[in-house]
């Protein structure tokens, strides 16, 4: 059997097991197991497995994720959400559409205690959605909004997606959060602007205006206080050189929980579910991280991946070209996978072809706008048919809203997505500006 047919034979056993149902991380793990034994004995496959299993799971860098899922449970159970959307909605009440910026607002400052796209989504809609039913708006704008905004959650640091993206190319995961800041601002400025433009082109969207009172806008920003508050004692910390990634995800958990206690939401069955939650999630990333070292170890065996950089390199195309290609492979990709599971499958296939490409930067800044750009069509996969798992999710909170009109309603928003990728491929200062300041 060649190795390119062996290669075929992986990746169709894992999309026929994702399509009977079985989760993606078992899905990864049989394929990747049965391509092993098809090139080695059982006796090798099993070694791998005994070594591969402590060397992932004993990796210090690894305790980011729990805590920062652990943080955004304890914003998501305390009730921190409310706050944030009765802020944003009283600062953008005056405007046309201002309910809709106020709940993509709320996700990108509930991004920045939270790290999770789909935690991000579900957890504002359960806020904003009856609102903006209550005001009229219609349920294309409020769930395509919602399903949008969420992806903030992986754009705004802290980024479970960046953390992992860190962990396989061996980078610095604080200067991978200060290159997302940046693009995270333009995204929410973005969506905003879609939004402002969307409501003036097509009729009957949302209301005229909808404005707040000066002393509803000073209680929404006592409520939001405490999250300002922990995103400056986390990023502060962080970028002062005071802890690492992983203490600070620690202290900014704490701090979490505390404004959680003291919002005087957090009872006993809540704070029993943050816990709860967090295990599931955190074991599922797991089990999807064993998935995909199960798997990218077999297609190394193929040495596919090698012979494949070096055709891509035996091309010519323009290293820019390449770039392009990679990531519109990743939005394809996206129609089908979930965001951790592409990551962890095509990183280690991707990143050293990305290191070998001349694009006039240092291979250290290369690699953190090359994680930036695959972060941005991550995103996009989120939200865009036929699946769009953000958009599934606050569908699904919207009983009333056929999916179709979801999807009609994320198109101005992948625009936006889209003119925002363009300008980070061709513009790379504009991930790595705060970078270059950092030491």
């Given at each position: 059997?060649?190795?390119?047919?062996?290669?075929a034979?992986?990746?169709g056993?894992?999309?026929?097991l994702?399509?009977?149902?079985?989760?993606?991380?078992?899905?990864?793990?049989?394929?990747?197991?049965v391509?092993?034994?098809?090139?080695?004995?059982?006796?090798?496959?099993?070694?791998?497995?005994?070594?591969?299993?402590?060397?992932?799971?004993?990796?210090?860098?690894?305790?980011?994720?729990?805590?920062?899922?652990?943080?955004?449970?304890?914003?998501?159970?305390?009730?921190?959400?409310?706050?944030?959307?009765?802020?944003?909605?009283?600062?953008?009440?005056?405007?046309?559409?201002?309910?809709?910026?106020a709940?993509?607002?709320?996700?990108?400052?509930?991004?920045?205690?939270?790290?999770?796209?789909?935690?991000?989504?579900?957890?504002?809609?359960?806020?904003?959605?009856?609102?903006?039913?209550?005001?009229?708006?219609?349920?294309?704008?409020?769930?395509a909004?919602?399903?949008?905004?969420?992806?903030?959650?992986?754009?705004?640091?802290?980024?479970?997606?960046?953390?992992?993206?860190?962990?396989?190319?061996?980078?610095?995961i604080?200067?991978?959060?200060?290159?997302a800041f940046?693009?995270?601002?333009?995204?929410?400025?973005?969506?905003?602007?879609?939004?402002?433009?969307?409501?003036?082109?097509?009729?009957?969207?949302?209301?005229?205006?909808?404005?707040?009172?000066?002393?509803?806008?000073?209680?929404?920003?006592?409520?939001?206080?405490?999250?300002?508050?922990?995103?400056?004692?986390?990023?502060?910390?962080?970028?002062?050189?005071?802890?690492?990634?992983?203490e600070g995800?620690?202290?900014?958990?704490?701090?979490?929980?505390?404004?959680?206690?003291?919002?005087?939401?957090?009872?006993?069955?809540?704070?029993?579910?943050?816990?709860?939650?967090?295990?599931?999630?955190?074991?599922?990333?797991?089990?999807?991280?064993?998935?995909?070292?199960?798997?990218?170890?077999?297609?190394?065996?193929?040495?596919?991946?090698?012979?494949?950089?070096?055709?891509?390199?035996?091309?010519?195309?323009?290293?820019?070209?390449?770039?392009?290609?990679?990531?519109?492979?990743?939005?394809?990709?996206?129609c089908?996978?979930d965001?951790?599971?592409?990551?962890?499958?095509?990183?280690?296939?991707?990143?050293?072809?990305?290191?070998?490409?001349?694009?006039?930067?240092?291979?250290?800044?290369?690699?953190?706008?090359?994680?930036?750009?695959?972060?941005?069509?991550?995103?996009?996969?989120?939200?865009?048919?036929?699946?769009?798992?953000?958009?599934?999710?606050?569908?699904?909170?919207?009983?009333?809203?056929?999916?179709?009109?979801?999807?009609?309603?994320?198109?101005?928003?992948?625009?936006?997505?889209?003119?925002?990728?363009?300008?980070?491929?061709?513009?790379?200062?504009?991930?790595?500006?705060?970078?270059?300041?950092?030491k």
């Amino acid at each position: 059997m060649s190795a390119l047919t062996l290669c075929a034979l992986i990746f169709g056993l894992m999309l026929v097991l994702m399509a009977v149902r079985i989760p993606i991380g078992v899905a990864m793990f049989v394929a990747g197991a049965v391509g092993y034994l098809l090139q080695a004995d059982s006796a090798r496959l099993f070694n791998f497995l005994n070594s591969q299993a402590f060397a992932r799971f004993s990796s210090y860098d690894l305790s980011v994720i729990p805590l920062f899922l652990l943080m955004g449970q304890f914003a998501s159970q305390g009730g921190l959400s409310k706050a944030l959307f009765e802020f944003a909605s009283g600062l953008m009440g005056r405007f046309k559409g201002g309910l809709a910026m106020a709940a993509v607002l709320a996700c990108a400052a509930f991004g920045a205690v939270c790290g999770s796209s789909v935690a991000t989504a579900a957890t504002v809609a359960t806020v904003a959605l009856p609102e903006m039913e209550r005001h009229g708006y219609s349920g294309r704008l409020s769930t395509a909004t919602l399903a949008a905004g969420g992806t903030l959650g992986i754009m705004i640091p802290p980024s479970v997606v960046l953390v992992i993206y860190a962990i396989l190319t061996e980078q610095n995961i604080a200067k991978l959060f200060a290159a997302a800041f940046i693009p995270g601002i333009i995204a929410m400025l973005g969506y905003m602007v879609a939004i402002a433009i969307y409501v003036r082109l097509v009729p009957g969207q949302a209301p005229d205006v909808d404005a707040r009172s000066r002393a509803s806008l000073m209680s929404g920003l006592r409520g939001v206080a405490p999250i300002a508050i922990i995103f400056l004692i986390v990023f502060g910390g962080i970028y002062g050189g005071i802890f690492t990634p992983t203490e600070g995800a620690a202290v900014g958990t704490a701090a979490t929980f505390i404004a959680a206690l003291m919002k005087g939401e957090m009872t006993l069955a809540k704070f029993k579910e943050c816990f709860y939650t967090t295990a599931e999630n955190s074991a599922m990333i797991f089990v999807i991280f064993m998935g995909a070292d199960m798997m990218n170890t077999a297609l190394a065996l193929t040495q596919v991946p090698n012979q494949l950089a070096a055709w891509v390199g035996g091309l010519g195309l323009a290293p820019i070209a390449v770039i392009i290609g990679i990531l519109i492979f990743y939005v394809v990709l996206g129609c089908v996978m979930d965001e951790l599971s592409m990551i962890l499958l095509t990183i280690p296939i991707f990143f050293p072809m990305i290191m070998a490409l001349d694009l006039g930067l240092p291979p250290a800044e290369k690699a953190i706008w090359f994680g930036i750009l695959v972060l941005m069509v991550v995103e996009i996969g989120l939200i865009a048919p036929p699946v769009g798992l953000n958009v599934y999710v606050v569908n699904g909170l919207a009983k009333n809203v056929p999916i179709a009109e979801s999807y009609r309603g994320v198109l101005p928003f992948l625009v936006s997505d889209f003119l925002r990728t363009t300008l980070l491929l061709f513009v790379p200062s504009v991930s790595l500006w705060l970078v270059r300041f950092m030491k």
